[in-house]
């Protein structure tokens, strides 16, 4: 098996827990960043007791300078990194006319500056290596607006196309790969405090899939031959019709 070295932020929960247990029981050596770095400890713990590999950072992704940290500091420990998961997002949902522009701030430092902020400390590495694999989590939200989830979505679309943009313009040895989950579960609905969102969600998200099924697209995609580039996967709940 080709080890990777595999950076994922947001790795506290959800996604990005299942893609570290995933990716860490496939042999990878994973490198866990998020704030809550207890959370951190814990899943690493795990993983070493399962036999295998983690390492763990605070990193909060709005800092530009804490994101290049956790980037360089694993280059430094491992001479390389083969992979970034850019997983860190929020979702305090609600209506445009609920006036929440805190929370719309918050969207747009996260889910796009602290992308942007993966791709920036994480490029130079990859180019000066000759390859490397970037994979961002965006959502269906960057394919369909629904009430409640105008900014979300609106962040979601900037990651797809910021992502699809890095594509373009890398060179072919970098491979890049949008996945598009749809209801999954995880925390991040704990975060929306307006109630007309908080009590949409609960219908929506009657139906969910384990994050589990994510982590195991971002394995498919990285563990393809260097020739074969997995551009974009969108995965959802058999019962999501939307």
């Not at 910021?162 to 609905?189: C, F, K, M, N, Q």
Request: a negative charge; proline letters at 4%.
């Amino acid at each position: 098996m080709n080890t990777k070295v595999v950076l994922i932020t947001g790795a506290s929960s959800g996604i990005g827990e299942a893609t570290a247990l995933r990716l860490a029981r496939e042999g990878h050596h994973v490198v866990l960043g998020a704030r809550r770095e207890d959370r951190l400890t814990k899943l690493a713990s795990v993983i070493r007791d399962a036999g295998g590999t983690a390492e763990v950072a605070r990193l909060d992704v709005t800092d530009r300078t804490s994101v290049a940290e956790f980037v360089d500091n694993a280059v430094s420990a491992h001479g390389r990194v083969d992979v970034i998961v850019n997983n860190a997002g929020v979702m305090p949902l609600s209506r445009l006319d609920s006036l929440l522009a805190d929370e719309w701030d918050r969207m747009i430092d996260v889910n796009i500056r602290g992308l942007l902020h993966g791709i920036a400390a994480t490029l130079p590495h990859f180019e000066r290596q000759g390859g490397g694999h970037f994979v961002t989590i965006a959502s269906v939200g960057a394919h369909q607006v629904v009430p409640t989830a105008a900014v979300y979505c609106a962040t979601k679309y900037a990651a797809w196309a910021i992502t699809e943009g890095l594509r373009l313009e890398a060179d072919p040895s970098i491979r890049v790969t949008t996945v598009s989950p749809g209801v999954v579960e995880s925390e991040l609905a704990d975060s929306i405090t307006d109630p007309g969102a908080q009590a949409a969600m609960r219908t929506y998200r009657a139906d969910s899939i384990p994050p589990d099924a994510i982590a195991e697209a971002i394995s498919y995609a990285i563990s393809q031959p260097a020739e074969v580039d997995v551009n974009e996967i969108v995965i959802r709940p058999a019962r999501q019709r939307a």
